[in-house]
Each structure stands twice: as C-alpha cells, then as structure tokens.
C-alpha cells in the first residue's frame, strides 16, 4: 500500500528509464532528442514532486499591514488642519503628528507580530523548486530547438540523420 502513495516517483523513474533507454539505443537523431526530452520532463517532475507537501499552501501572507499608517496619516492631517486655523500653535500640531506617527507604528508591529504568529501555525510549500523548474522548462525547450535545428544542418550536410550512416560517410572522406 506505501508504494501505491509513491507513485508519482514510480512514474519519474518509469520515464527516466524509458528516456535514457531511447537516448542511448537509438540511431535517429531526432528519437535521442525526444529521450533526451522525456528524461529532461522526468527530472523536472521529480523536483515538483519534491516541492509538494501535503497540507501546504502557498506562502502568500493574508492581511494587509495599513492600519498604522493611515492612523499616522489621520493624525498628521488633524495636525495641518489645526495649524491652518490657528487654534493650536506649531508645537502642539507637531506633538500630534508624532503622536499618531508613533500609534501607527505601534499598530504596524502588532500586524507583523500576528502575521508572524498566523505564519507559524500555517504549514506552507515552498515554492523554489518550482521556480527552478519553470527555467529548466525554458532552458530544455531552447536546447531542444537548438538541437532540432543541428539535426536540420546535418541532415543537408549528410542527407541522412542516422548516427551510423553519418559514421560512415564521415570514415569515407
């Protein structure tokens, strides 16, 4: 029954096989090029296996960490407007605005703390792994291009795309 859970990496295997078999037993260029292919997409499925954790979610932090700073903001406005009707005088408004610059900072730490703390009870995946594999998707793709368009050139220098017949014309000059 354990191994029926592991599947997904008794089907990166399979296609490892599978790909290194038709890599290394194949004379048609174009079949090492599909081998190379299938053990280059077995690889990366075994990477996105291993970034899976079961119960994980994406590290995306709900919440937003606003509320001190549009207290700080409140309060520096109520500031200027005092200032501008000449009820309290500079010292008073700037007494204000730090007043409310420090409840918002305060505020802003609470945030963090209980995003930390929400953090910790949250299992997460990590999503490096993935990352990764969406370059190695990109870098296989170009390598397989690059390599279809080898296999073009010989097959106008050579007219073939056979390995042994290439071999062989190429023992002949």
């Given at each position: 029954?354990?191994?029926?859970?592991?599947?997904n990496?008794?089907?990166?295997?399979?296609?490892?096989?599978?790909?290194?078999y038709t890599?290394i037993?194949?004379d048609?260029l174009?079949?090492?090029?599909?081998?190379?292919?299938i053990?280059?997409?077995?690889?990366?499925?075994?990477?996105?296996?291993?970034?899976?954790?079961?119960?994980?979610?994406?590290?995306?932090?709900?919440?937003?960490?606003?509320?001190?700073?549009?207290?700080?903001?409140?309060?520096?406005?109520?500031?200027?407007?005092?200032?501008?009707?000449?009820?309290?005088?500079?010292?008073?408004?700037?007494?204000?605005?730090a007043?409310?610059?420090?409840d918002?900072a305060?505020?802003?730490?609470?945030?963090?703390v209980?995003?930390?703390?929400?953090?910790?009870?949250i299992?997460?995946?990590?999503?490096?792994?993935?990352?990764?594999?969406?370059?190695?998707?990109?870098?296989?793709?170009?390598?397989?291009?690059l390599?279809?368009?080898?296999?073009?050139?010989?097959?106008e220098?050579y007219?073939?795309?056979?390995?042994?017949?290439?071999?062989?014309?190429?023992?002949?000059r």
């Amino acid at each position: 029954m354990i191994a029926l859970g592991l599947f997904n990496y008794w089907a990166v295997v399979v296609l490892m096989m599978v790909g290194f078999y038709t890599l290394i037993a194949r004379d048609n260029l174009v079949k090492k090029l599909i081998g190379l292919n299938i053990f280059q997409t077995s690889v990366i499925m075994m990477y996105v296996s291993f970034g899976k954790i079961t119960g994980g979610t994406a590290p995306i932090l709900i919440g937003s960490g606003d509320h001190g700073v549009e207290e700080g903001h409140a309060a520096a406005d109520a500031g200027h407007e005092a200032t501008a009707d000449g009820s309290h005088d500079v010292t008073d408004a700037v007494g204000e605005v730090a007043t409310g610059a420090a409840d918002g900072a305060a505020q802003v730490a609470n945030d963090v703390v209980h995003a930390a703390t929400q953090a910790s009870e949250i299992l997460y995946s990590n999503p490096i792994p993935h990352v990764l594999m969406l370059t190695a998707i990109v870098v296989g793709v170009a390598t397989l291009a690059l390599g279809l368009s080898l296999i073009v050139r010989i097959n106008e220098a050579y007219g073939t795309i056979e390995e042994d017949e290439i071999a062989r014309k190429d023992n002949a000059r």
